[in-house]
């Protein structure tokens, strides 16, 4: 019998991650650029074994993460190398997913993948994080902490205490902290190997400045218990009729995908957190403006998120042929394709995402006065040329954030890796103008063979699995999007009423729009 082979024990793979740790140490900067793309060479060989490559990749990351940390580099080319890291770090994962889906792995074997993978997540979320995607670096960071990885506990509440800072709501900032003092709590009780006294003495200075140093050992006794545990039935009752029980499920749904246009559903799965509270912050205005056109047109950038949701899930839940399917005749190509009314919706919410982009980029050029024109304002236009946009996100945390987002949802960058930063929303963004300007068909079955040996030579095919995970996937970027707008007009406003403290500012209800009286 042929023994297996044991990527982790492979030499060339620990010697060069040996080096990489080493020009750390001594804090060779030109060395780690050096050594960082040495593996990132190595790693793009095909050849090698999948988990080979995707630990190149991890070390390539890390070095040129290591690299801009004691160098002394220019704004320009330090997003350059950071839109670097962003693809080294994915591809990494990319593979181990990859490896982690076809193979069955003995104990020894996947206590060395679990390693990898979970050092990768979490660096990879601080990656996000620092870039300002906190909501994407806290989805990420804790599947990886449910797992029970020190570090990804420790770093998810430093992530959840930055988002809560950001939150208008003061009742989801207490809701956040609480949870966040668990994370920490927890954190710190982990031994030495998993997370390191450096990192437990900032969780304990962060208890600290939410607790308050006086009887802070005994508020601390007090923190309950870290749980990731969430119901989805408390609620339910047995004299539901079938509409409500299809709502119920849908609220699960939403909450377990984390969908909610809702802080506290990024912390909480459950589904007393499905529904979707966020609205604009409280806004200065000329007395001159007597109609609330941010709010008006939030609306309605809320309520085409949530009605693309709904699309989403009907479409992927719904078994069902739809009575205006019948008698519409088709031919059958041979190779399963999926037609119906389940599969347009899907196709429809998914255009409608990108449309929302656009909508926020409207927002946007109105709120900062960019002076766009209306035909000429999207997502990505923005933030072209000399754009003020640029200037302000340099002071604005949030607001980088969304840049950074626009140049995942684009392929949009000033570096080498133009199409590569983020390969899932890549290949969604590809996905997307196929539909639009060309044919796509979507098939039934997962193995779609290779463009030269597909039947239909017209189509750009895709297998229904995947264009539904690429759907809900920018739903939930779309979701980032919209929380992050709140937020960047949370931090803006804080600063106008900052400079307007020795002025009297009379404030203006708003009602609430009537669920009744929605069509």
Request: glycine share 4%.
């Amino acid at each position: 019998m042929n023994q297996k082979f044991m990527w982790y024990e492979d030499e060339l793979l620990n010697s060069k991650a040996y080096d990489c740790d080493v020009a750390y140490d001594n804090r060779e900067s030109d060395l780690l650029l050096e050594l960082s793309e040495e593996c990132r060479l190595i790693a793009e060989d095909e050849n090698l074994h999948v988990m080979i490559r995707a630990k190149l990749y991890y070390d390539s990351f890390t070095s040129l993460s290591n690299y801009i940390e004691i160098a002394d580099i220019g704004k320009k080319d330090r997003e350059k190398y950071i839109e670097k890291i962003l693809y080294l770090c994915r591809r990494s994962l990319l593979l181990q997913e990859t490896y982690s889906s076809e193979n069955d792995m003995e104990e020894i074997e996947q206590a060395n993948f679990n390693g990898l993978f979970f050092k990768t997540n979490v660096n990879y979320c601080n990656v996000l994080s620092h870039i300002g995607r906190l909501p994407k670096a806290i989805y990420e960071n804790r599947k990886i902490a449910m797992q029970d990885f020190g570090m990804a506990v420790g770093n998810l509440g430093m992530e959840l205490y930055d988002y809560g800072y950001f939150d208008y709501d003061k009742g989801h900032q207490q809701l956040i902290l609480e949870k966040v003092c668990s994370l920490f709590k927890a954190a710190t009780n982990y031994p030495e190997k998993q997370v390191h006294s450096g990192a437990k003495m900032s969780f304990i200075k962060r208890l600290e400045e939410i607790l308050g140093s006086n009887n802070f050992e005994e508020n601390l006794k007090k923190i309950p218990k870290l749980s990731f545990t969430y119901s989805t039935s408390s609620e339910k009752t047995n004299n539901e009729e079938d509409f409500e029980s299809k709502e119920f499920d849908y609220r699960i749904w939403i909450a377990q995908e984390c969908l909610a246009l809702n802080t506290l559903n990024d912390l909480d799965y459950s589904v007393t957190q499905s529904y979707d509270p966020i609205h604009l912050p409280d806004m200065i205005a000329p007395i001159s403006e007597t109609y609330p056109r941010f709010h008006g047109l939030f609306n309605q950038i809320k309520q085409e998120y949530c009605s693309a949701r709904f699309m989403i899930y009907e479409g992927i839940q719904n078994p069902k042929l739809h009575f205006s399917d019948r008698q519409v005749f088709l031919i059958d190509t041979l190779d399963y394709p999926i037609y119906g009314l389940n599969i347009e919706m899907v196709k429809n919410a998914y255009r409608t995402i990108y449309s929302l982009f656009d909508r926020i980029g409207f927002f946007l050029n109105e709120y900062y006065s960019l002076g766009l024109s209306q035909r000429r304002v999207s997502f990505g236009a923005i933030w072209n040329g000399n754009s003020p946009l640029l200037q302000i996100a340099e002071s604005n945390y949030i607001l980088k954030a969304l840049y950074w987002m626009k140049k995942d949802l684009y392929g949009n960058s000033i570096s080498d890796y133009k199409d590569y930063i983020d390969p899932v929303l890549n290949r969604t963004y590809e996905i997307r103008n196929v539909m639009e300007h060309r044919y796509l068909k979507i098939l039934s079955y997962a193995n779609i063979v290779s463009e030269e040996y597909k039947i239909d030579k017209l189509a750009t095919i895709i297998s229904v699995e995947e264009f539904h995970d690429l759907a809900i996937n920018l739903l939930r970027t779309c979701r980032e999007a919209i929380i992050l707008l709140v937020m960047l007009i949370n931090v803006e406003e804080k600063r106008k009423s900052t400079n307007s403290e020795e002025l009297i500012i009379p404030g203006r209800p708003l009602p609430e729009y009537k669920d009744d009286w929605k069509l």
